[in-house]
Nanobody
Framework: QLQLVESGGGLVQPGGSLRLSCAAS????????IGWFRQAPGKEREGVSC????????NYADSVKGRFTISRDNAKNTVFLQMNSLKPEDPAVYYCAADASLIGLCVLSNVYGNWGQGTQVTVSS
C-alpha cells in the first residue's frame, strides 16, 4: 500500500525556518516525481515546489523562490522541503504528493496520484 507521511510542521516566528519531511512506504520514491503543495483556510491548494524522478529537475512557485529548497534522500526514501525566511503568508497545511507518470520533469499542478495527510505550518510572533 502506497503511503506518504509528512512531518516537521509547527509554529515558527516570522523569519524562522522549518524542514518538512515526506516519508514514503510501500514504494520507492526514486521512481516518482514529488510535489509539495499547501492550502490555507479559504484558499485553493497551490503548488509550492517539486522535484523530478531520480533527483531531476526542480521547480518552485515564485512566492517561495530563494527561500525554499526541495531535496530528496533516496536512501531514506524521503523528500525534504527546507523553508527559510518564513513569512506571515506562508502558514498552511503542507502536503506532499507523488506520481510515477511524470518522467523527467515535475509540475506544480494538481495532477499527482498519491497524497499524504498534511502537516500544519504556522508563522506567528
Amino acid at each position: 500500500q502506497l503511503q506518504l507521511v509528512e512531518s516537521g510542521g509547527g509554529l515558527v516566528q516570522p523569519g524562522g525556518s522549518l524542514r518538512l519531511s515526506c516519508a514514503a512506504s510501500g514504494f520507492t520514491l526514486d521512481y516518482y516525481a514529488i510535489g509539495w503543495f499547501r492550502q490555507a483556510p479559504g484558499k485553493e491548494r497551490e503548488g509550492v515546489s517539486c522535484i523530478g524522478r531520480s533527483g531531476g529537475r526542480t521547480n518552485y512557485a515564485d512566492s517561495v523562490k530563494g527561500r525554499f529548497t526541495i531535496s530528496r534522500d533516496n536512501a531514506k526514501n524521503t523528500v525534504f522541503l527546507q523553508m527559510n525566511s518564513l513569512k506571515p503568508e506562508d502558514p498552511a497545511v503542507y502536503y506532499c504528493a507523488a506520481d510515477a507518470s511524470l518522467i523527467g520533469l515535475c509540475v506544480l499542478s494538481n495532477v499527482y496520484g498519491n497524497w499524504g495527510q498534511g502537516t500544519q505550518v504556522t508563522v506567528s510572533s
